[in-house]
């Protein structure tokens, strides 16, 4: 299961900003499962994203497209938040069999909650909504309407 970074709490958070939690700081850290994303959300605050660059870290196989590159966004506008995961680029396939959302800053849980417009289960504690999601090399589309 993975694990929490609260070091994050620390800085000033702008706006619509995304945190990748649970980096590896060297190559012989165990990989973290799920892959948690902080996401502050801000209506009017414009898209945030953040790039996940991986590779097996311990050769130069990223020379011949042995990497794993993706975008993540978010965007506020009028109560509905969207969340964008970008295709999974070059051939690495991460270690790992999910990633978590956590959106921070909600009053209480959402009205919905939807992956590629299915309706999905969120958890919602203490101000934050929590969404699984399974590891795929293709592009997710979430949806919350606060």
Do not use: K
Request: proline content about 5%; aromatic content about 6%.
């Amino acid at each position: 299961m993975g694990r929490a970074v609260e070091a994050l709490a620390g800085p000033v958070v702008e706006p619509g900003a995304l945190w990748q939690v649970d980096v590896a700081s060297h190559t012989g850290e165990r990989p973290t499962d799920p892959l948690t994303f902080l996401i502050y959300p801000a209506a009017n605050a414009g898209a945030g994203e953040v790039a996940l660059y991986e590779d097996a870290g311990d050769g130069f196989g990223y020379e011949d497209g042995e990497y794993a590159r993706r975008t993540v966004s978010c965007e506020e506008s009028g109560g509905h938040i969207t969340v964008r995961i970008g295709e999974r680029e070059g051939s690495f396939v991460p270690n790992r069999g999910s990633l978590r959302l956590e959106l921070r800053h909600f009053a209480s849980a959402p009205e919905s909650v939807t992956v590629d417009g299915e309706g999905v289960e969120s958890g919602y504690e203490e101000g934050a909504v929590l969404v699984g999601l399974a590891e795929t090399d293709g592009a997710l589309t979430v949806e919350i309407l606060r």
